[in-house]
């Protein structure tokens, strides 16, 4: 998570991953993504389905290119490239920016896309392969990379919803399942 006090505080109630998991609540609000690049661009782009008032903060110079930049203001989305101090907020509702400067910016949400990081090392421990993003590489049945060993959820995927992980599991638990059956036949 970005080093900006606040964040952690806000963190799943003002300050969002995940449009699908977040979006509807937000809609309509005075919204923020904090990040840079081409992921921001194209997180933009999507969040502009839930809110015209929308503002990409960049916390330091652009690396959009003059393409990106034009078309989110095309889009009305505006672009902030003033470093943060803090987030205001109240209970972890975020109420304004503070920038290094003093200025401020009234923001209701903030997206705020943070890198993966397995929070558990018994996936490495086993031996399981890891991809280049930190998931669990797994094939279609869910079974890692060690014969036996399966993984499903938000350690193996972007998409990280209940449903998916339900589904994925219930996969997981069957091919297990089959496979100690056949092995024992």
């Excluded at 963190?11 to 921001?40: D, M, Q």
């Excluded at 987030?87 to 209701?108: P, R």
């Amino acid at each position: 998570m970005p080093d900006i006090p606040g964040i952690a505080a806000c963190w799943g109630i003002s300050v969002l991953h995940c449009p699908y998991c977040h979006g509807y609540e937000v809609r309509n609000k005075i919204t923020g993504i904090l990040g840079n690049g081409e992921a921001v661009f194209d997180l933009a782009r999507l969040i502009s389905n839930w809110t015209s008032d929308l503002t990409v903060f960049t916390n330091g110079a652009s690396t959009l290119s003059a393409g990106q930049a034009e078309q989110l203001k095309k889009h009305k989305i505006k672009i902030v490239t003033k470093e943060l101090q803090m987030l205001e907020h109240s209970n972890g509702q975020v109420k304004n920016i503070i920038f290094k400067d003093g200025t401020q910016s009234a923001v209701n949400a903030i997206y705020a896309p943070v890198p993966f990081e397995q929070h558990s090392r018994i996936p490495e421990n086993l031996g399981c392969e890891l991809g280049e993003d930190g998931y669990i590489k797994i094939d279609p049945l869910q079974e890692t990379s060690v014969n036996g060993v399966f993984a499903c959820g938000d350690n193996t995927s972007r998409m990280r919803t209940v449903a998916n992980a339900v589904a994925m599991g219930t996969t997981a638990g069957m091919v297990a399942s089959k496979k100690m059956i056949l092995e024992e036949f």
